[in-house]
């Protein structure tokens, strides 16, 4: 669970980023997953896109993919929304306390 000194720490960093995934009119699939999963791996923090045509939206995504992935949703707004998770191998992002 992210303290709010970290949400809005993650959430600067996350200002910058493209989004690198796109949740599609299949919604949230195992591939998707799986591929979230390694990125977040890799990278720790990334943004998504939720399409137009999908029929969850961007929360009901978001929250999805964090309860599979282990992740926390550090940020939400209209389609798009940011996902964190620390690397089990070595970690990049040092959070406040």
């Excluded at 996350?14 to 890799?42: C, M, Y």
């Excluded at 926390?72 to 992002?93: A, E």
């Amino acid at each position: 669970m992210l303290t709010s000194k970290q949400r809005a720490y993650l959430r600067s960093m996350a200002n910058g980023l493209d989004s690198i995934f796109q949740v599609g009119k299949s919604g949230v699939t195992p591939e998707l997953r799986d591929t979230v999963d390694k990125a977040l791996e890799a990278r720790e923090l990334i943004k998504m896109n939720v399409l137009d045509n999908t029929m969850i939206d961007a929360k009901e995504a978001a929250g999805i993919l964090a309860d599979r992935t282990g992740a926390d949703v550090v940020q939400v707004i209209g389609n798009r929304f940011v996902l964190f998770r620390q690397s089990k191998k070595k970690p990049v992002i040092q959070l406040p306390k």
